[in-house]
């Protein structure tokens, strides 16, 4: 056996090892000395966070429409969710680590104790460790409660034209980039937590690929809560030009708390001509305890617009943490031959709540989707699955096709499928296959039989359930993600 | 025991405040009764109208029982054989409200507010003949508000055929309850003017192995909302439900099931058929929910339709809720034009493109009329409906 083969064993034996026994390991939280604004929402904490960003007169102008257009709105309820009334006005809307007041030039400047916890969390921010060889080459962005700490590997991808920064920077530096695209994805006003979060956002990743551009390493975002009662507001930009490549990874982790933590982002991905964007999420936030206490709110607003010819938007997303999800990646196929693809797996243990699904826009002629959905209940959980396929007139010869499937462990947990299929165009084909079942006894028995115990069994055969899904993770994450499942059920069965 | 009048007070006053759903009532998503429909209707008709003709319009099947209900109101019925009686609803007043649902369902208020005619039917044993029940509305400012409760005895069973034609509006709720072992089998035939609108909507209760058969076939119409939700309540039940909808012209006819699996070991099947035509729009939405418990359900969806125009619109949204875990749910949908090289292969063999058009469409809904197969007069009902869909799609090509 070559030595590099047996290291590879060496490590995964080491790092399932680290993982057993262990159900978050992502709970601890971190003393750092944080700056932030005081409770409440109103103009003028809005007013404080676009001066903090030091931020042009059109962005708080912007800031304050959406703050005005969210008063006159309500939150949605239409969710197979429940959870208590969240008092907007008793969470800081801000909340920056103080050392970042004067942002670090180099990694060495940056406080060690941050740089800790972004060990702890295994991402490799030290660019030399990277480049060295150690680990495979990733872009990453860090974004810690509401500020971006550190952005690493910016020269190498400046040289190919790629712009990877944190959304402040942005702002400062690309001005009409930003201008030019900001909220004409999503608009401010498109739903309850988008104006909320177009009002208050603190902060994010921005990325632009040029022209004829394959951006040369997977560009990566950490999110990290940290504080107390903080809402995290970000948002993400991505702009892939004409005949780019790009592919997006994102992370989200928080410390275990016994109260509800609110976390509303927007995600805005254009594509334009010929341009492919593949965005995949792997979403751990804190899930709330077995009892149910604490835990994450996770509404996010994620939409790709295929704006022009021959675009192509991936989205593939890993759920398995936060108590409450509402979350609908979508693609608006405007372009014609333009394709959106949608791969999810979500996963609900104990009390998580999730209602997630996706949108497929059909607007341009020969525009194709493609929907998978893997849900999986163990617990006391609740899983539903929301998605909208939509043909307008003017989509001659669409394509759909859907797939989601529930998967039950127990008899306490519940598995819905909601989808909305609307055509206005005869030449669409749609097709759209639901199943619901639980894991058959047949197969439990068959790898007991084999020496499995039960859990290993049921994380053997989810991960079979969700194979579909998984392959279409870049490499760094489908190994992470698939542990990530196995944890995720635990104290599931049995 | 509240009053009946009591309680139609109270639905005039749940009518008044509320009036119809719009579409922000996630039910009412795809159809919005409240900018369609007028807040209250002047025009019911007290007396009953002479000389109408309806020979056309029923299911045509010579030895049913005829119960004809024009402009809401009941005509003599025949003579009805043993184990099958008929009483008012007004007696049996505590068959109108039940649960909370009667107060807040936006069609069991309204057609309490208005109810003109109110009966009871009786199956207390097997009954042979088919009945038909037949409703027709004179002229476009008519409307009707009528509700049927049906109980079928232990053991009973009976075929009944319901059809609607003419014009104006039409409300009628049907309520089932079937008791052990009792078996129902319901043709539905809506087949109305350009202008009517009609909102049937059909509750079943089934207890120990009873079995609902339900077929519903919709030809013509303007605005139509066939709804039916069953409830099973012990082991055993069964409930087939089979829709053809035929739509043209600017019809919008929307086909909403819901099956409420309350009991362990119940099983249902919903097949939908859908043809759109000129500017229809048709609507499917499917909802299986299975309960906590409610172990070993087998609840299967189909949703298949058929776009002939361009301009046709088609909503389909089926549903899963699922709190069990030993269960079996599927639903599937697919949406599409007439199939090419199934056209071009019957062209190849000399059929003229507009019959194989016919043949293709008809076998597509030839299914659905496959179900009544073993309903009394099963095979005259087949072939009237056939020559129905025919003269359907002649039209339309």
Not at chain 1, 58 to 87: C, G, N
Not at chain 1, 419 to 444: F, G, M
Not at chain 2, 100 to 119: K, Q, V, W
Request: proline letters at 3%; charged letters at 25%; hydrophobic letters at 35%.
């Amino acid at each position: 056996m070559s030595q590099a083969k047996e290291n590879i064993e060496k490590e995964t034996v080491e790092k399932v090892q680290s993982l057993a026994g262990e159900k978050y390991k992502y709970g601890f939280s971190t003393d750092i000395d944080s700056e932030k604004a005081p409770k409440g929402l109103n103009e003028d904490i809005i007013r404080f966070i676009s001066a903090k960003k030091d931020e042009p007169e059109w962005l708080l102008e912007w800031r304050l429409d959406a703050f005005e257009r969210w008063l006159t709105m309500s939150e949605p309820k239409w969710a197979m969710v429940d959870y208590p009334q969240i008092d907007y006005q008793d969470l800081y809307y801000y909340s920056a680590p103080k050392s970042m007041d004067d942002r670090p030039e180099t990694l060495d400047e940056v406080d060690p104790e941050l740089l800790r916890t972004y060990e702890k969390l295994g991402i490799p921010l030290s660019e030399q460790e990277v480049l060295a060889g150690v680990k495979n080459r990733v872009a990453v962005d860090a974004v810690f409660d509401s500020v971006s700490v550190a952005t690493t590997f910016r020269e190498e991808l400046a040289t190919a034209g790629v712009i990877f920064c944190s959304f402040s920077e942005a702002v400062k530096e690309y001005p009409e980039l930003v201008k030019k695209y900001l909220g004409t994805v999503v608009p401010k006003s498109d739903n309850y937590f988008t104006a909320l979060n177009s009002a208050v956002f603190s902060d994010g990743s921005f990325v632009y690929i040029p022209p004829n551009t394959r951006c040369p390493m997977e560009l990566s975002t950490y999110f990290r809560i940290n504080e107390p009662n903080t809402g995290q507001f970000e948002r993400t930009l991505l702009i892939a030009d004409k005949g780019s490549y790009v592919s997006y990874l994102e992370g989200c982790t928080a410390p275990m708390r016994d109260e509800n933590q609110l976390h509303a982002a927007v995600v805005e991905l254009v594509a334009l001509e010929d341009a492919e964007i593949k965005y995949s999420t792997v979403q751990n936030w804190y899930p709330g305890d077995e009892e149910g206490r604490g835990g994450i709110y996770n509404f996010v607003t994620k939409r790709g617009d295929c704006r022009e010819n021959n675009a192509k938007i991936s989205w593939t997303q890993v759920e398995t943490g936060s108590a409450v999800t509402w979350k609908y990646p979508s693609c608006i196929l405007r372009g014609d031959n333009t394709v959106g693809e949608f791969y999810s797996i979500a996963i609900g243990n104990n009390y998580q709540q999730i209602d997630s699904g996706t949108k497929m826009i059909h607007l341009g002629k020969n525009t194709s989707s493609r929907i998978i959905s893997k849900g999986i209940s163990a617990g006391k959980s609740s899983n539903a699955y929301r998605g909208q396929v939509s043909i307008h007139r003017k989509a001659d010869k669409a394509r759909n096709f859907t797939q989601c499937d529930s998967l039950l462990i127990g008899d306490t947990c519940s598995a819905h499928t909601v989808p909305y299929i609307e055509t206005k165009n005869p030449s669409a084909i749609l097709e759209h296959e639901a199943t619901t079942s639980k894991i058959s006894d047949d197969q439990l028995f068959y790898c007991q039989q084999r020496g499995l115990d039960a859990e290993e069994a049921v994380s053997l055969i989810v991960n079979g359930f969700c194979k579909d899904v998984l392959q279409h993770l870049p490499m760094e994450f489908a190994v992470e993600a698939q542990k990530l499942v196995g944890i995720s059920l635990e104290g599931s069965v049995g | 025991m509240t009053s009946f009048n009591h309680m139609q007070q109270e639905a005039k006053e749940i009518f008044a405040a509320h009036g119809w759903p719009n579409k922000r009532n996630e039910d009412w998503h795809y159809t919005d009764l409240s900018a369609r429909l007028p807040s209250s209707f002047q025009n019911q008709s007290l007396e009953l109208s002479e000389d109408v003709h309806i020979d056309n319009l029923t299911c045509d099947v010579e030895e049913a029982l005829q119960l004809n209900f024009i402009n809401g109101l009941l005509t003599e019925a025949g003579e009805l054989p043993d184990g099958l009686e008929i009483s008012a609803l007004i007696d049996n007043p505590d068959l109108v409200q039940q649960s909370d649902e009667d107060i807040t369902d936006p069609l069991l208020y309204a057609n309490l507010a208005h109810l003109e005619t109110g009966i009871v039917i009786d199956v207390s044993q097997v009954i042979e003949e088919p009945m038909e029940i037949h409703f027709h509305n004179t002229s476009a400012e008519e409307a009707s508000f009528v509700r049927i409760i049906f109980r079928l005895a232990e053991g009973a069973s009976l075929t009944l055929l319901e059809s609607h034609s003419g014009w104006g509006h039409t409300q009628l709720v049907s309520d089932v309850y079937q008791h052990e072992d009792s078996m129902l089998r319901h043709l539905k035939l809506h087949q109305a003017e350009d202008s009517q609108v009609s909102l049937l909507l059909n509750r079943v209760s089934l207890d120990a192995r009873a079995q609902y058969h339900n077929v519903a076939i919709s030809l013509s119409g303007g605005l139509g909302r066939l709804e039916t939700r069953v409830t099973f309540n012990a082991p055993g039940g069964h409930a087939g439900l089979a829709t053809a909808l035929l739509s043209g012209g600017k019809q919008h006819i929307d086909i909403t099931t819901r099956l409420n699996h309350l009991s362990a070991d119940t099983t249902s099947d919903t097949v939908a058929r859908t043809i759109l035509d000129d500017e229809a729009c048709g609507i499917f939405q499917g909802k299986v929910i299975v309960h906590e418990d409610a172990q070993r359900v087998e609840a299967t969806q189909k949703s298949d339709a058929l776009m002939l125009s361009a301009d046709a619109m088609m909503n389909v949204k089926p549903e899963l809720e699922i709190y069990a875990d030993d269960v079996a749910c599927a639903h599937g949908s697919a949406i599409g034009e007439i199939d090419h090289e199934a056209l071009f292969f019957l062209r190849s063999r000399g059929i003229g493109e507009e019959a194989a058009r016919i043949m293709l469409v008809e076998g597509f809904v030839s299914e659905i009329l496959g179900r009544l197969d073993d309903f009394a007069a099963g095979a005259v009902l087949q072939e009237n409906l056939l020559k129905r869909v025919a003269t359907f799609l002649k039209k339309s090509a």
